[in-house]
């Protein structure tokens, strides 16, 4: 995934709309590759989002366990 890649994108947001009380952190990574199409990931703590506002609060994972 790094091979080619000088330029790189995250994005945090929420997987769900914040509310008062809780929050659903995850993020994205785009690789920009030059002569490939882009390497790309996700990554959350859970669907449910958590209780914590701290956005750093859980660990990430790439593979969400479902609702």
Do not use: C, W, Y
């Not at 669907?47 to 506002?53: I, T």
């Amino acid at each position: 995934m790094f091979q080619g890649a000088d330029k790189g994108i995250i994005r945090f947001s929420s997987a769900k709309k914040p509310d008062t009380s809780s929050i659903a952190p995850g993020f994205g990574l785009k690789f920009l590759r030059d002569g490939h199409d882009s390497a790309n990931l996700v990554a959350m703590f859970g669907v449910e989002g958590q209780k914590d506002f701290n956005f750093f609060a859980n660990s990430f994972t790439t593979h969400i366990a479902g609702s």
